[in-house]
């Protein structure tokens, strides 16, 4: 269905192209879309048809047509089985499985977190702090092919609440990953900012842009492993996030040449042969720890979760290659023995 609005022209839009204006002021989603608008008669200045090209002036009345958007369909609750770790009125836990999306996306409608969580406990108690409809829940995401430990949230104000504290570095959010290459100092910190890469839309890039956004990023070496026939050696590493960008760890690892193995977008710096992804299917990133303050009660909660199989396949191939453990790497490994396995 169509609707014909109206635009008067201010001193500012004087001069300007009917096409480009009726862009600039977000009457049509882009210059083309008003351009063709304009060239199938939905537009008229003054009660008359124009070309594209005409200029506007001051005091003339622009009416364009446009199409009402479509009543949003409610998203669909479907029975997708969850690892939840804890579970209260105001909050949930779970370990994600590689290769769920946390939410609806053009190439991801359905089958996602989000309608896990709503088969689970209902679309009017989760959260809605995204400003996206697709969002309910989420408070923090893990790319589909990341495993671990993640935060839901079930009302509003405890949601935004665990996103401050994510914001203001309050959670504990600690990952493991296998990176190519032996990392030679035991701890460091990649403090580079991160924005979408200028070749790729799809991928994010360490960049000088003003786009780019804080991204901090520290890590423990907890294993070396010395190199092999096809493979340079790697190092198991303990990152933790101070920010929450796309990708981050990936980008800020290959910002490094120790790209994450397994990586199939972010491996510019890493071994050619396919042998040195130690057949996996996806990066070796698992979201190992996760400590945060109760948003409602304030308690301090920590969890702790175990690697997935695929993940211990591939370390356990390397077991006899390795440098020994670091003292970081003893600490982490006993919590690990202690941490409930992954169900899925």
Partial sequence: MTRSLCHVATAGDAGARIDALLAARGFYPSRS????????????????????RQCVRAGDAVVYEVEDAPEPTPLAAQPIDLDVRYEDGHVL??????????????????????????HRCGAQNLCDVQGERDRLGIVHRLDRDTSGLMLAAKDDECGLALMEAIRARAVDRRYLALV??????????ID????????????MAVRDVPSAREAVTTFRVLERFDHGEFDDGYTLVDCKL????????RVHMQYTRHPVVGDPVYCAHAPRDARA???????????????FAHPATGEELSFADGLPRDLERALAGLAGRSRGRTSAGEEVFA????????RL
Avoid: W, Y
Wanted: glycine share 10%; net charge positive; charged share 20%.
């Fill in 33 to 52: 879309a008003a351009a063709r608008a304009v060239e199938e008669g939905r537009v008229l200045v003054n009660g008359a048809p124009v070309a594209k």
């Fill in 93 to 118: 836990v779970l370990s994600k499985q590689a290769g769920l999306v946390c939410h609806p996306s053009v190439d991801h409608e359905d089958g996602t977190l989000v309608n896990a969580l709503i």
């Fill in 180 to 189: 190519h290459g032996v990392v030679a100092h035991d701890t460091g910190m």
């Fill in 192 to 203: 580079a900012p991160i924005a979408r890469s200028a070749g790729e839309r799809t991928r």
């Fill in 242 to 249: 101070f920010t929450g960008r796309t990708h981050q760890i």
């Fill in 277 to 291: 992804q130690l057949g996996l299917e996806r990066q070796f990133l698992h979201s190992f720890r996760l400590e």
């Fill in 335 to 342: 919590l690990l023995e202690g941490a409930p396995r992954p």
